[in-house]
């Protein structure tokens, strides 16, 4: 849907009566205003997209300036389509959980809605493999088939003995090595993230590996 450019329009109309007849009293002269306002849809891509995250307050903010000729508004829901922000006028989000997000942005004149996915990467401290349905594997946060597909991810005992590799498209670590559960304590990881245009991030760290 487009509309044309915000314009205010006065047009003058004239209608004049019989001027002989005293009962016509048709003549008038009226203004009326119309309002013409241009607004498309978002056209949004990664290049407009500033990310903050592996941080205490990971942040999501959109630039302005591609967006288009509309009024806009800001959404996001994460991987599992939980609304994590309603609409809003800025176009920025914070304390953003690691992950993948989907931001929405919508044209305030309802000429459609826009939306791009976005990775915020985040590295877990701990993941607890009970088989109860949470944090049961470990795996770095904001990454998959889509997004750093090509990364390399190892992990170490703490003895900087090789336990296993992860891929993108995993869902990470069960805390097994050869079939057989390892013990409670700190490992290690080695990430080699690299992402759609080729930059490259280095991140090593540790994690506990928690059973109770």
């Known amino acids: 849907m487009r509309l044309v450019v915000l314009l205010i329009v006065i047009l003058q109309l004239f209608f004049e009566n019989n001027l002989i007849d005293l009962l016509d009293d048709s003549y008038c002269v009226g203004n009326n205003t119309f309002k013409f306002i241009e607004s498309n849809p978002a056209v949004i891509s990664q290049n407009d997209i500033t990310i903050t ?28 389509g939980n609304l994590e922000y309603t609409y809003q006028n ?26 791009i996915d976005v990775s915020v990467l985040g590295f877990p401290k701990f993941f607890t493999p009970n088989n109860d349905g949470h944090n049961d594997t470990w795996a770095i946060l904001g990454v998959n088939e889509t997004f750093y597909s090509n990364s390399k991810i190892y992990i170490f005992d703490r003895y900087g003995k090789f336990i296993t590799s992860i891929k993108p498209n995993e869902v990470g670590w069960d805390g097994l090595f050869n079939g057989q559960q390892l013990p409670a304590t700190d ?16 991140r090593k760290g540790h994690f506990s590996l928690i059973r109770s």
């Open 187 to 202: 490992y290690w990881f080695t990430a080699e993230l690299i992402d759609s245009t080729g930059i490259i991030r280095i």
């Open 90 to 115: 800025e176009p920025f989000f914070n304390n953003v959980p690691s992950g993948i997000h989907t931001i929405y942005i919508r044209d305030k004149n309802q000429c459609g809605v826009a939306q």
């Open 53 to 80: 995250d592996d941080s205490e307050n990971n942040t999501i903010t959109i630039s302005t300036a591609n967006l288009g000729l509309g009024e806009y508004e800001y959404s996001l829901i994460d991987s599992s």
